[in-house]
């Protein structure tokens, strides 16, 4: 099974808080990703790394920032949230060239 | 750019009903597909891949060929289950390039006893 993990798994916090996501995995896999999936379920990249010192902005524009200082650990932060941010947010990893994706269980994140 | 496209849900069955979750994809070149599956509550797991046209990718009763000549990758499965009730996610890999996967927009399956 995989081991990759988010916390907080809920998090309801006020408009304006900084909130740093965390997503770690234990498996030594090179790449990690961020998804955002809106209710509709629909998937979004936001954000993805090659590895160590390596990020990159996905596909929908962001006002999240990642950092990747170590291989297992890549947190994702909001400096001052608003209830635009609402949403549930994906963590997922591969190795190499594996296409297989590894996703953890997510964070449902609610600003009021 | 390459794109995934799914048919909406949700999709309502009787148990033990036979299912066809439609997915055409859009891409350059060749690339890998997959159906990735999501329980309520949990992130998304691999259910089947397949690489290269007229392969077809099985996993625990669900089955899917992919059909270069028609752009297609439908999910089947002949005899569904109340457990099978989850969201389904179409993909297509760009490993070779940008190391991305692209993924449909989900169809929520509802399976009633």
């Known amino acids: 099974e995989a081991d990759i993990y988010q916390t907080p798994r809920y998090l309801v916090i006020g408009t304006g808080k900084k909130i740093t996501l965390e997503c770690s995995q234990t498996?030594?896999?090179?790449?990690m990703y961020w998804y955002q999936q809106d209710p509709g379920m629909e998937l979004h990249l936001i954000h993805y790394?090659?590895?160590?010192?390596?990020?990159e902005k996905g596909d929908l524009s962001s006002e999240s920032t990642v950092s990747r200082i170590r291989t297992e650990h890549f947190p994702l932060t909001l400096e001052s949230a608003r209830p635009s941010h609402t949403s549930q947010y994906l963590c997922?990893?591969?190795?190499?060239?594996?296409?297989?994706?590894?996703f953890g269980s997510g964070t449902q994140l609610s600003v009021l | 750019g390459d794109s995934v496209t799914q048919m909406e849900g949700p999709v309502t069955l009787s148990e033990e009903a036979f299912l066809t979750i439609n997915c055409t994809y859009t891409?350059?070149?060749?690339?890998?597909l997959f159906w990735y599956v999501q329980y309520p509550g949990e992130g998304l797991q691999l259910l089947l891949k397949?690489?290269?046209?007229?392969d077809k990718g099985s996993n625990k009763g669900f089955e899917a060929t992919y059909r270069k000549e028609t752009t297609s990758f439908h999910l089947e499965k002949g005899s569904v289950q109340v457990s099978d009730s989850a969201v389904y996610f179409c993909?297509?890999?760009?490993?070779?390039?940008?190391?991305?996967?692209?993924f449909g927009s989900g169809t929520r399956l509802l399976v009633r006893p």
């Open positions: 997922a990893s591969t190795r190499g060239r594996d296409e297989k994706l590894f």
């Open positions: 498996m030594g896999h090179d790449k």
């Open positions: 790394s090659y590895g160590v010192n390596s990020t």
């Open positions: 891409a350059t070149g060749y690339p890998s």
């Open positions: 397949a690489t290269k046209a007229d």
């Open positions: 993909a297509l890999s760009r490993m070779d390039s940008s190391y991305k996967l692209i």
